[in-house]
């Protein structure tokens, strides 16, 4: 591993509806997730979350692989309809140990717990009231954030409020292929304003029980354009507009994308963006790969179209593997937002790989991010941290459980842990720092 700067963090990351399964245990309420995967059709084979990798369970034989590992840092979700069955009132006791355990077991062994408080499970019940369409949701979060906060917050240093409020609003409210499965298109819009006005009075709601460091965690990509053609250009531009500064824009500079802002219409009010742009400690940054843009056919219901990236490798997925994306994308960050850009932390990073434990592909894909992470650095970004998606082979949401992106193999039917090559590389890497 290249040599970061001191106190550079390297972890690894899950999210609680992809390894915990016990979906009945502790009295846990049911969220859009259950809802989703057991509506036939939604997920690949009908996989569900019902089991996972059983970690409610197996939580301590997960930390003793972490320990092993040498991570300085462990990236969760909070399940939300553990503390709030229902999404709202009193917190349940039994949600709050389990997470309460854990930050413990995570500290006995020098693993510092950074939770994030969204990641895409919703209590059902704010669905039935509007989900992240309505304003209401934005204001429950917060309530739910101070809940686990009070519990916790003496032990946690480290917080993430959303993941990927993006893919949630495009995946889950525009093209309806992750929960709650609505096909929204333009119209989804509003779901991005209300996460992102959660996670404003969320940031608030931290502070006041003592956070130290609070961020949000976004999906980014580098967008480029499919030519040099004018509408390949524009069609690049408003994509870049959607994916990246509708998310950006608002929390680092408070405000919107222009053509965003009036589509927002009145579900923007006096006052959000205040909220919104509280500043920040550090920014949380998935990437995963580039995105090529192009113009759109004429008459399309969008007005961008996707095109493939050719000539590099792909993962099991099919993703493109660019790590000089990366490199791009941090340095970009920089020029565009300067000194309103706050330390960042890669929240997520990595790829799914054929089923087995000889995972060279893995190897490969994460030396070349961790190097260009270290050349973004040494070109004057400041990254503080790099976590892998994922510990453990896990529920990948629509995929099911046919994309593998852990550092170890998980057998869905033993329940057997494996450490993979790349756990074994990484563990080696950690090993020698100085
Ligand atoms: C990200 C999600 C994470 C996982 C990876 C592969 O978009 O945050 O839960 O599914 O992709």
């Known amino acids: 591993m290249p040599e970061f700067p001191a106190g550079f963090v390297v972890g690894v990351s899950t999210a609680a509806y992809q390894i915990e399964g016990a979906v009945d245990a502790g009295g846990r309420g049911a969220s859009i997730w259950d809802t989703f995967s057991h509506t036939p059709g939604r997920t690949r084979d009908g996989d ?8 409610y369970h197996r939580w301590a034989e997960d930390l003793a692989l972490m320990a092993e590992l040498g991570v300085d840092a462990y990236r969760f979700s909070v ?182 802002s009036a ?24 990437y995963y790969n580039p995105t090529k843009v192009g113009a759109p056919p004429a008459g399309a219901d969008l007005p961008f179209e996707m095109r493939t990236i050719e000539g590099v490798p792909t993962t099991a997925f099919g993703w493109p593997v660019v790590p000089d994306g990366l490199h791009d994308l941090l340095t970009g960050l920089r020029e565009t937002y300067g000194g309103a850009l706050p330390p960042i932390y890669i929240t997520e990073n990595g790829c799914s790989t054929a089923d087995g434990t000889a995972d060279q592909f893995r190897v490969d894909y994460l030396d070349s991010h961790l190097r260009a992470v270290h050349r973004a650095i040494g070109g004057g970004v400041d990254v503080r941290g790099y976590f892998v998606w994922s510990l453990l082979d ?27 090559n790349s756990y074994h590389w990484l563990r080696a890497q950690l090993a020698s720092r100085a």
């Open 79 to 260: 399940a939300w309809p553990r503390i709030q069955p229902d999404g709202t009132g009193k917190p349940n006791p039994d949600g709050l140990a389990f997470y309460d355990r854990l930050v413990d077991g995570l500290l006995a062994r020098g693993i510092a717990p950074v939770p994030t408080l969204f990641h895409w499970d919703l209590p059902q019940a704010l669905e039935d009231r509007g989900g992240w369409l309505a304003r209401e949701t934005a204001e429950r979060f917060a309530e739910y954030a101070g809940h686990v906060a009070a519990r916790l917050g003496d032990r946690v240093r480290r917080w993430i409020t959303l993941n990927e409020p993006v893919v949630h609003m495009a995946q889950g409210y525009a093209w309806g292929t992750h929960a709650p499965g609505r096909q929204l298109l333009l119209d989804a819009l509003p779901v991005a304003h209300h996460q992102l006005l959660g996670h404003g009075l969320a940031v608030r709601a931290l502070r006041e029980h003592g956070a130290a460091e609070v961020m949000i965690t976004n999906n980014c990509t580098p967008v480029l354009p499919a030519s040099d053609d004018e509408a390949d250009q524009a069609a690049a531009a408003v994509y870049d507009a959607f994916h990246n500064r509708l998310f950006n824009d608002p929390v680092l500079l408070g405000t919107y994308p222009d053509f965003l």
């Open 394 to 420: 896990n529920f990948e949401w629509a995929e099911g459980y046919s994309q593998r992106f852990g550092l170890v193999r998980v057998d869905f039917e033993s329940q057997q842990r494996t450490p993979k």
């Open 263 to 286: 589509g927002l219409g009145d579900v923007l009010r006096d006052g959000d963006l205040q909220v919104i742009s509280t500043p920040l400690d550090a920014l949380g940054i998935n």
């Open 48 to 55: 569900t979350g019902d089991v996972a990798c059983d970690h």
